[in-house]
């Protein structure tokens, strides 16, 4: 059986006892509400307990991750956090520690229901939804979504390595002119200089057109494409764009587009790739994923 509500209600008798100690006798009251004088004079010593006081020292800590992560992190992800620091607490302590606390994580948007669409017939679906691969730069992903601003929207292209997550690169403009996304594709080619790379998108008319096929051709990336409507064959990019929209525009509404690039160019580069962590990397960002992964160079001998 539980102490936890007897241990709740002696400290209260312990504070009742202590406000009313100058009108009634501290040996009366500790008989008749049942507690002993002693252990009344050890609380007034040290009235918060020594779990009381690592309690305090946690949600410190805790407050400390969450705000740091912009308030997305949940329990299961501030216990990564607080691990990699060296705590020992569990993961239960620091979910009941939130939720005192009034600490929430932020909430994804409603899933959309899609239709199944009909094949690309220029470009085979070479993906097929498998989004686990084995080693760097092997499939990237990409997608364009937009963003709102009082001079008008904001298109972003991302590329993302699924690999590792890591967003490797990004473009935004105020039109959705094919140059959006291969200046985006181009950021990623010349910093990760692959070969044979497979890119997927889905069937927007920029991918769709012979210049996004004779610039793969020219950069050795290998065009994949969606089903026509089917947002699930490019879901990886869709829940990046999901969590940008959730866990920093927050809907708003940005004064102009370079706030609103700047906003996105710190989330990527500050936040996504290197600090956030990640549940399909086992808690690690995609920077410590991609560097727990690096092969290491055998030495001379």
């Not at 209260?12 to 009313?20: D, L, P, R, T």
């Not at 705590?87 to 929430?104: F, I, P, Q």
């Not at 229901?113 to 760097?136: A, C, D, H």
């Not at 935004?172 to 990623?188: D, I, K, R």
Request: net charge positive; aromatic share 10%; glycine share 6%.
């Amino acid at each position: 059986m539980s102490t936890k509500p007897n241990a709740r209600r002696t400290r209260s008798v312990y504070e009742f006892i202590k406000a009313h100690r100058e009108e009634h006798s501290v040996q009366t009251m500790c008989r008749i509400l049942g507690v002993a004088p002693s252990g009344y004079y050890k609380w007034l010593q040290q009235p918060v307990s020594s779990r009381g006081q690592e309690d305090a020292r946690l949600l410190r800590l805790i407050r400390a991750s969450f705000i740091a992560s912009h308030g997305i992190y949940g329990a299961p992800r501030i216990f990564l956090d607080l691990r990699e620091a060296g705590e020992t607490c569990s993961k239960h302590r620091v979910a009941r520690l939130m939720r005192e606390a009034k600490l929430r994580a932020l909430h994804g948007y409603r899933t959309r229901r899609w239709s199944v669409g009909k094949p690309s017939v220029l470009i085979p679906n070479l993906v097929q939804r498998r989004f686990t691969v084995s080693r760097p730069n092997a499939v990237w992903v990409t997608d364009i979504t937009y963003i709102r601003t009082w001079q008008g929207w904001l298109y972003l292209a991302v590329v993302m390595d699924l690999f590792s997550r890591r967003i490797v690169g990004w473009a935004a403009g105020p039109t959705l002119q094919s140059e959006l996304v291969l200046n985006a594709v181009l950021v990623a080619v010349q910093g990760r200089r692959s070969r044979g790379t497979i890119i997927h998108s889905d069937q927007g008319t920029q991918f769709g057109c012979d210049g996004w096929r004779r610039f793969c051709r020219s950069h050795h990336l290998e065009p994949s494409m969606s089903r026509k409507g089917n947002c699930w064959d490019n879901a990886v990019a869709e829940s990046f764009f999901s969590s940008l929209k959730k866990e920093r525009i927050k809907k708003q509404i940005y004064k102009n587009r370079d706030l609103a690039r700047a906003e996105v160019a710190d989330y990527i580069e500050t936040f996504y790739n290197r600090a956030r962590r990640h549940s399909h990397l086992g808690g690690l960002s995609p920077e410590q994923f991609e560097a727990a992964h690096k092969p290491r160079r055998r030495g001379l001998h």
